[in-house]
């Protein structure tokens, strides 16, 4: 009995065992599962080729070309996008890239806008990636039979099926001829029913061919988010030339829309573990030597801008280019100097208009003193009354006051003038911004406000002043009038004669010239 319950102990220990091992061996696996699924899931490194792509602002330049595309049929290129197609009939446009592309797996970014006036639209835009440059053609306004893959975002329903407007995925060795009839549903490798027209935002497409696998995805063109993306078809086990051109075309049959690209973003895309080549390395020899000579070109001739300028500044030469930008403080100091050399020629011209106020009133009131001795002299005839003695009396204590306040002004400009130069003075030996500066500022800004208050004091009693009364200018007389009665009478019965004979002779003229027909 002792002996059984010890092989069953022994037995259930040996399950406990293998129990564990099974479990911890699954649990390892699955781990070892995820992490590979984890590592393949892993989304590949993108890298921007901007020689490839196109976006607003400033898209074209000025003479009506694309950085690094060229542009074909009806296309028209702007700031901001680019028209493949206007909205008229029979209308072709595409735009190719210059270079060619030799990427093993990239992604391309296409904004679009498709619009027009009818219910239906006609006939589409189509997005390739071609061993040669289908610059036209009766595809979408591309070349036929190219070598390659297109998606053709078509609009119109030619086979009648009702399955327009679609976004079709079509694929060529050069030797197919694209079926217009039925749309292409024969040849098409991938298929997926989307209404890009009309659309309150840009339709965004992001196709993608990544280890053999072509990938379309839509941005429906309802929301401004630009990453709302969803899934339209895949095409597994895609061959497709090694290198090839980009390009975007568009064609208008019977009806017609507007079809507009805002942009086309590539992206060259690479595996996780491995990086791109550095970009030098795919640059051709040809044209690196062909920078590489510009380069040398462009360096040669900025050693000689060198020299030239060495030789008309030598006192520059050894200097440290540090010391021919200014710095914060400098700046500073150069416009607190600024500040005060306008204030100092300000106050120089307020001085020079005070001077020749005071000689004006000084000219015043010697003519008022002749004034008051003649009005004297003629006192001491008995010819001057009281209230005369009065009013010439008030004008020239007038007078006085006003030479009186015009020498108190001149002084303080005087003094505003020789602050100034203390403080200019004092700045160039101690430095500007410290408090005697500001304080000089503020005693100049008082003495201007005080200058200020004066002279409008000085405007108001010169306009109430009766000596403009006293001393007046004679009036013009009035001048005979140069047409009489008789001379009008004259001229208008002369007048009058004149315009009868001209009547007479004009239907003289008119009397003979009818004889003839």
């Known amino acids: 009995m002792a002996v059984s319950i010890a092989q069953r102990r022994a037995a259930s220990a040996r399950v406990l065992i293998l129990t564990f091992l099974t479990t911890l061996i699954f649990h390892r696996s699955v781990a070892e599962v995820t992490a590979s699924a984890s590592t393949s899931e892993e989304p590949p490194h993108r890298r921007f080729e901007y020689k490839y792509s196109f976006k607003g602002p400033h898209l074209s330049q000025t003479d009506g070309s694309i950085p690094f595309w060229i542009h074909t049929g009806n296309a028209i290129p702007s700031a901001d996008q680019v028209r493949i197609t206007p909205s008229l009939r029979s209308q072709r446009g595409s735009v190719w890239t210059k270079n060619r592309v030799s990427f093993e797996h990239w992604e391309a970014e296409v904004t679009f806008r498709v619009s027009g006036r009818g219910r239906m639209g006609a006939d589409g835009l189509a997005v390739w990636f071609t061993a040669t440059q289908g610059l036209d053609g009766p595809v979408y306004g591309a070349a036929d039979q190219w070598n390659g893959v297109g998606v053709f975002f078509d609009s119109f329903d030619n086979d009648g099926k009702k399955n327009n407007p679609a976004i079709i995925v079509v694929g060529n060795n050069g030797n197919l001829v694209y079926d217009h009839q039925n749309d292409g549903s024969t040849q098409a490798l991938g298929t997926c029913l989307?209404?890009?027209?009309?659309?309150p935002y840009p339709v965004r497409a992001k196709i993608m061919y990544y280890k053999k696998t072509l990938t379309v995805m839509i941005n429906n063109g309802f929301t401004p988010d630009k990453e709302d993306y969803e899934f339209c078809t895949k095409v597994d086990n895609m061959i497709i030339p090694s290198e090839g051109f980009f390009g975007i075309s568009a064609a208008t049959g019977g009806l017609a829309d507007d079809h507009d690209v805002l942009s086309f973003l590539l992206f060259r895309?690479?595996?996780?573990?491995?990086?791109?080549?550095?970009?030098?390395?795919?640059?051709?020899?040809?044209?690196k030597d062909k920078y590489q000579e510009e380069f040398q070109n462009f360096q040669q001739e900025l050693d000689k801008k060198k020299e030239e300028f060495q030789k008309e500044h030598p006192d520059v030469q050894g200097e440290p280019i540090e010391d021919l930008y200014e710095s914060v403080n400098d700046r500073e100091i150069r416009q607190v100097f600024e500040g005060q050399n306008r204030i100092h020629l300000e106050i120089k011209q307020l001085h020079r208009q005070l001077a020749m106020i005071l000689d004006e009133q000084r000219r015043y009131v010697s003519v008022i003193t002749d004034e008051v001795a003649k009005k004297g002299t003629n006192a001491e005839s008995g010819q001057l009354d009281t209230a005369s003695q009065q009013q010439?009396?008030?004008?020239?204590a007038s007078q006085q006051e006003v030479l009186k306040n015009l020498n108190d002004l001149r002084n303080s400009f005087y003094d505003s003038l020789k602050q100034i130069g203390s403080a200019q003075h004092q700045g160039n030996a101690v430095g500007m911004g410290s408090y005697e500066t500001i304080q000089h500022f503020n005693d100049i800004k008082e003495h201007l406000h005080t200058v200020k208050r004066d002279v409008e004091h000085l405007v108001q009693r010169n306009v109430q002043n009766p000596a403009e009364k006293?001393?007046?200018?004679?009036?013009?007389?009035?001048?005979?009038?140069c047409l009489s009665t008789v001379h009008f009478v004259i001229f208008i019965v002369i007048q009058s004669v004149l315009f009868f004979c001209y009547v007479m002779y004009k239907s003289h003229q008119e009397a003979a010239a009818k004889k003839f027909f």
């Not at 895309?269 to 044209?287: C, D, R, T, V, W």
């Not at 001393?471 to 001048?479: D, H, I, Q, S, T």
């Open 194 to 199: 989307r209404d890009f027209r009309n659309k």
């Open 269 to 287: 895309l690479s595996e996780p573990g491995q990086q791109p080549p550095p970009p030098e390395f795919e640059i051709p020899k040809e044209e």
């Open 392 to 396: 010439l009396g008030s004008l020239v």
């Open 470 to 481: 006293v001393m007046k200018c004679p009036e013009v007389p009035p001048m005979p009038s």
